[in-house]
């Protein structure tokens, strides 16, 4: 072509947007078949040469089942599972069955709209109200999703949440864990709640929720039950380098249950309070130093861009200098970690990400929440979340923490031979 296409673009009208939203759910509706069909062919294709008797083919295609329903963010999909026969089977316990992994037996509500209902319990919409909250994604009748079926659902992610902070951990191991203390806003009986999480980072370089609590200010005595719980339960050994602000409660407990844990100072919690001890002409260049320190290649680099800013500030602002200074070998303790997960335990951020939006669908709610339930809500939306939570860079180098390598300047060190 000789000259460019431009396509002008312009927002749709309400009518053209209610016309995409149906064309996009009958063509997720077309997929989910087709999807469905490819799946039951490929389980019975596995079992044809499977004959019986008289010498038919065991497993076949044996009609659908009854229509229904699956409500999901773009409304309601009908859908008819695929049915297969076994005409081989002499009992129920030699008979094979298909069950299909996208369109489970009972599946009512895909995955995503089960993580939308407590973001909007969170947010203060009443149980009563829901079916009212969800008309524009789901159609006016909403159907399903009655104030009784949500007060059931509650109940059983209470239980859920009953369950998880009961597993056994016997044969769970953490190299890395991240803390943090998470205020939400939102009314919780007499005081504004304080959620404790640990997140932690498995061998495999997965992320993991290991722990939610209910604490009282990120208290000493909270975070030790915490600890306690996770090794009653069978997390005897603690994680080679935990990360968190500097909250003395939590490092306190964590010297007394898992005493052998090296202690990482979340750089972008101790940035903000430095800054915040120096007046706000002061905030721009000192930011970019504090920068250059933890960037640095080396930690004999890193030592140098430290005594510079202590040089630089201390006669002036020694608040702020005392503030940096006091955890020096906490902030450096990452060179001593591989290079590759410098990003990942410098800071708190697995934690602040995740719980970013929690804080800020919080922000306005309506009424007040029990601290059940808002733990119970809150761990649903973890557990939603951590499907994304992405994993470490040089997944290989966490197995060689486990066996004690070391790492000088986040390299290894090769043992010398005696």
């Known amino acids: 072509m000789d000259k460019d296409t431009t396509i002008e673009f312009r927002v749709p009208t309400e009518d053209e947007q209610d016309m995409l939203t149906e064309v996009l759910r009958q063509g997720a509706q077309r997929l989910l078949a087709e999807a469905i069909e490819a799946e039951v062919a490929e389980f019975v294709a596995g079992y044809q040469a499977l004959r019986t008797a008289a010498g038919r083919q065991r497993v076949v295609r044996n009609g659908r089942s009854v229509e229904r329903e699956i409500q999901t963010g773009l409304g309601a999909i009908r859908v008819r599972g695929p049915r297969v026969r076994d005409r081989g089977g002499a009992d129920d316990s030699e008979r094979i069955r298909f069950t299909s992994r996208i369109l489970p037996p009972y599946l009512r509500r895909t995955k995503t709209l089960d993580a939308l209902l407590p973001w909007l319990y969170l947010k203060g919409v009443s149980t009563g109200d829901f079916s009212e909250a969800l008309a524009e994604l789901l159609g006016p009748d909403a159907p399903g999703l009655s104030a009784s079926t949500i007060s059931r659902l509650k109940e059983g992610w209470q239980t859920d949440l009953a369950a998880w902070q009961a597993r056994?951990?016997?044969?769970?191991?953490?190299?890395?864990?991240?803390?943090?203390?998470?205020?939400?806003?939102?009314?919780?009986?007499?005081?504004?709640?304080?959620?404790?999480?640990?997140?932690?980072?498995?061998?495999?370089?997965?992320?993991?929720?290991?722990?939610?609590?209910?604490?009282?200010?990120?208290?000493?005595?909270?975070?030790?039950?915490?600890?306690?719980?996770?090794?009653?339960r069978g997390l005897e050994q603690g994680p080679q380098l935990a990360i968190?602000?500097?909250?003395?409660?939590?490092?306190?407990?964590?010297?007394?249950?898992?005493?052998?844990?090296?202690?990482?100072?979340?750089?972008?919690?101790?940035?903000?309070?430095?800054?915040?001890?120096?007046?706000?002409?002061?905030?721009?260049?000192?930011?970019?130093?504090?920068?250059?320190?933890?960037?640095?290649?080396?930690?004999?680099?890193?030592?140098?861009?430290?005594?510079?800013?202590?040089?630089?500030?201390?006669?002036?602002?020694?608040?702020?200098?005392?503030?940096?200074?006091?955890?020096?070998?906490?902030?450096?303790?990452?060179?001593?970690?591989?290079?590759?997960?410098?990003?990942?335990?410098?800071?708190?951020?697995?934690?602040?990400?995740?719980?970013?939006?929690?804080?800020?669908?919080?922000?306005?709610?309506?009424?007040?929440?029990?601290?059940?339930?808002?733990?119970?809500?809150?761990?649903?939306?973890?557990?939603?979340?951590?499907?994304?939570?992405?994993?470490?860079?040089?997944?290989?180098?966490?197995?060689?923490?486990?066996?004690?390598?070391?790492?000088?300047?986040?390299?290894?060190?090769?043992?010398?031979?005696?």
Not at 204 to 215: Q, Y
């Open 168 to 232: 056994d951990l016997s044969d769970k191991r953490y190299v890395y864990f991240w803390v943090d203390g998470v205020y939400c806003n939102v009314r919780a009986e007499e005081t504004r709640p304080c959620l404790l999480v640990i997140i932690g980072a498995t061998p495999e370089g997965r992320k993991e929720l290991v722990a939610i609590g209910d604490g009282y200010r990120e208290s000493e005595l909270s975070w030790q039950e915490i600890l306690l719980d996770l090794k009653r």
């Open 244 to 418: 968190g602000d500097g909250a003395l409660g939590f490092w306190k407990a964590l010297r007394q249950v898992y005493g052998s844990t090296r202690c990482q100072r979340c750089w972008v919690h101790k940035t903000a309070n430095v800054l915040d001890k120096l007046p706000k002409g002061q905030q721009a260049p000192a930011k970019q130093r504090l920068h250059e320190i933890w960037m640095a290649a080396t930690r004999k680099e890193a030592e140098r861009a430290f005594d510079y800013f202590i040089e630089a500030y201390q006669a002036k602002y020694p608040k702020a200098t005392e503030c940096l200074s006091k955890d020096r070998e906490e902030l450096l303790a990452f060179y001593d970690f591989p290079a590759e997960h410098w990003k990942h335990i410098r800071t708190t951020n697995p934690i602040e990400s995740t719980f970013a939006t929690v804080k800020l669908r919080t922000a306005k709610t309506r009424g007040c929440l029990s601290r059940t339930t808002l733990l119970t809500m809150v761990f649903r939306l973890c557990l939603s979340a951590q499907q994304r939570w992405r994993r470490l860079d040089g997944q290989e180098r966490l197995a060689e923490i486990i066996e004690g390598v070391s790492f000088v300047d986040g390299l290894r060190q090769e043992r010398i031979a005696a």
